[in-house]
Antibody, heavy 126, light 106 residues
Framework: EVQLVESGGGLEQPGKSLTLSCVASEFTFNNFAMHWVRQAPGKGLEWVSGIDASGASLYADSVKGRFTISRDNARNSLYLHLNSLRVEDTAIYYC????????????????????WGQGTTVTVSS | SYELTQPPSVSVSPGQTASITCSGDNLQEKYVCWYQHKPGQSPVLVIYQDKKRPSGIPERFSGSNSDNTATLTISGTLAMDEADYYCQAWDNNIVVFGGGTKLTVL
């Protein structure tokens, strides 16, 4: 069964850092783009960042310059380094697989977030 | 920044057809995906590329996209379809989600 398992969430203070990890199984990890999507308490889904099969990345404006996405294809792993944490970063963070290997395909053709992990919770509070 | 607008809530009786809309500037020029999200569970992709169903998604789920509005249609709605539904598209190298629609089956 295709699976994504996140870890690394927890309680952290504003201004501190945290690294989330996601381990993929039962699919060829290095053939697909990957994303992080979050959901703050009582809010909707918010895309955070994506990385293509070759390592090129994109970020939402709300996290640009503070968060860094990376992947280790040899370890079938995706990471998100959260820096300069803010209270508004409190959310469930989902690791998500894309249907395609590249980001921002023309008009979004073929792209879709087709497999989601169970999520890991990040709480930012003093 | 690009916005996708969904109604906050939609109600439907069991066995009837539910339609959830998603509107955005020139949305018909983009491919739209739809996700189902039930409380305590992870989101599930139910429609991609406007109208394609992933393997395992029932035929009662269908999608369309024209005239700045994408629509998710659930025919013969079941109680198990009660969930939040989100539309999603790419714009200017950003993934954009709609605000979500709570579908109530009553």
């Amino acid at each position: 069964e295709v699976q994504l398992v996140e870890s690394g969430g927890g309680l952290e203070q504003p201004g501190k850092s945290l690294t989330l990890s996601c381990v993929a199984s039962e699919f060829t990890f290095n053939n697909f783009a990957m994303h992080w999507v979050r959901q703050a308490p009582g809010k909707g889904l918010e895309w955070v960042s994506g990385i293509d099969a070759s390592g090129a990345s994109l970020y939402a404006d709300s996290v640009k310059g503070r968060f860094t996405i990376s992947r280790d294809n040899a370890r079938n792993s995706l990471y998100l380094h959260l820096n300069s944490l803010r209270v508004e970063d409190t959310a469930i963070y989902y690791c998500v697989k894309d249907r395609v290997r590249v980001l921002a395909t023309i008009r979004g053709f073929g792209a879709a977030l087709d497999i989601w992990g169970q999520g890991t919770t990040v709480t930012v509070s003093s | 920044s690009y916005e996708l607008t969904q109604p906050p809530s939609v109600s439907v009786s069991p066995g009837q057809t539910a339609s959830i809309t998603c509107s955005g500037d020139n949305l018909q020029e983009k491919y739209v995906c739809w996700y189902q999200h039930k409380p305590g569970q992870s989101p599930v992709l139910v429609i991609y590329q406007d109208k394609k169903r992933p393997s395992g998604i029932p035929e009662r789920f269908s999608g369309s996209n024209s005239d700045n509005t994408a629509t998710l249609t659930i025919s013969g709605t079941l109680a198990m379809d009660e969930a939040d539904y989100y539309c999603q598209a790419w714009d200017n190298n950003i993934v954009v989600f709609g605000g979500g629609t709570k579908l109530t089956v009553l």
